[in-house]
């Protein structure tokens, strides 16, 4: 099994910046996308931020600019630096990760625990 452990998010005002972490650990053989996405009350879980294998990523149109996705493949982590956060950024943020654990299987998606980020005066 994989085990996803996030960590970095707080309370932040707006204009300011956090850093959140996902590292990955378990049975893995190779990882394949990783990526987050939040879910803010009575809302859907929507995808903010994906980086590929090769280091290839996308970011939802609303944090472009102001968020960053990055990995390290040797740790095993992904990365979101938040910059000039909004109030309505404010949401629970989950990493996601396609692992598998040996070349035979097929990837499967993995997901964090979440971690709250509340951006409010």
């Known amino acids: 099994q994989v085990q996803l452990v996030e960590s970095g998010g707080g309370l932040v005002q707006p204009g300011g910046s956090l850093r959140l972490s996902c590292a990955a650990s378990?049975?893995?053989?190779?990882?394949?996308?990783m990526a987050w996405y939040r879910q803010a009350p009575g809302k859907q879980r929507e995808l903010v931020a994906r980086?590929?294998?090769?280091?290839?990523?996308n970011t939802t149109d609303s944090v472009k600019g102001r968020f960053t996705i990055s990995r390290d493949n040797a740790k095993k982590t992904v990365y979101l630096q938040m910059n000039g956060l909004k109030p309505e950024d404010t949401a629970v943020y989950y990493c996601?990760?396609?692992?598998?654990?040996?070349?035979?299987?097929?990837?499967?998606?993995?997901w964090g625990q979440g971690t709250q980020v509340t951006v409010s005066s």
């Open positions: 378990g049975r893995i053989f190779e990882i394949n996308a």
């Open positions: 996601n990760v396609e692992a598998r654990p040996a070349w035979y299987y097929s990837f499967n998606g993995y």
């Open positions: 980086i590929s294998s090769g280091g290839s990523t």
